[in-house]
DNA sequence: TGACATACTTAGAATATCTAGGTAATATAT
DNA sequence: ATATATTACCTAGATATTCTAAGTATGTCA
């Protein structure tokens, strides 16, 4: 998959997620991994920076924990903040896609 | 709009255009800008640079041509590489579009 | 014991876009 | 006549982002 296209998306991906339920790194990759069909397959230093960099923005809020497995994880909650970004993202998604469509299918009209 | 999702459609959508009939650089920006309604307003100096990566990758080719108000333009047609290429984004596309709608669906499959 | 999956991290290379400026001609408004 | 806007092209450098690649550590399975 062309990163380029992968690039504006992963926000609204990974915030759409953690609207669910709170998840931790790892385990984001295989769930994208997993819904994607294999489509998308984060590299850990691809999503790692991204989650930091969110959460340095406010978006996500972090907390470690070890699990029953021995291993320490570290698990991020959505944030108020990250809510109301969440619902920009996903308009500017529709926005996006749909205007890719308009200029490949080729209607035309005139702008205000 | 957000320069992260523009990105990866950008090539797709020039040589879609191309793919009608042949454009000059400046034409394409305008052209773009209507279709998609004022939501895709590419500057210049996002633009030409692209148009000379894709002709340097023999995606196009373009020749010169002043027009009747006296001014020089530079057309660009899309090439047999870039029809291929075309077809590929187009499916990379809709793969990408229908993977992201997945992961926000929360549909969830095996992967192979 | 060795290989693999889990789980996180960061430094630096590579890539891409945008900002901001430059050039030059014509058209339009004052 | 002059100022401004539109058309039409270009590039250097700042900025941002992703990927590559490596390191650390634990548990599981053959």
Chains 1, 2 share one sequence.
Not at 7 to 18: A, F, K, N, R, Y
Not at 26 to 35: A, D, L, N, V
Not at 56 to 82: C, D, F, M, N, P
Request: glycine content about 10%; proline content about 2%; hydrophobic content about 35%.
């Amino acid at each position: 998959m062309d990163k380029g296209l992968i690039g504006g998306s992963t926000v609204l991906m990974l915030l759409s997620l953690l609207q669910e339920k709170e998840y931790y790194g790892y385990e984001i990759i295989k769930e994208i991994e997993q819904r994607s069909n294999c489509i998308f397959q984060f590299k850990e230093g691809t999503l790692y920076p991204v989650l930091h960099r969110m959460e340095s923005q406010g978006l996500v809020k972090s907390y470690k924990a070890t699990a029953e497995t021995g291993k320490e994880r570290k698990y991020y909650q959505i944030t108020v903040k990250g809510k109301t970004q969440l619902a920009k993202e996903k308009e500017q998604w529709n926005a996006f896609t749909i205007s890719v469509k308009k200029v490949l299918g080729g209607a035309g009209y005139a702008c205000p």
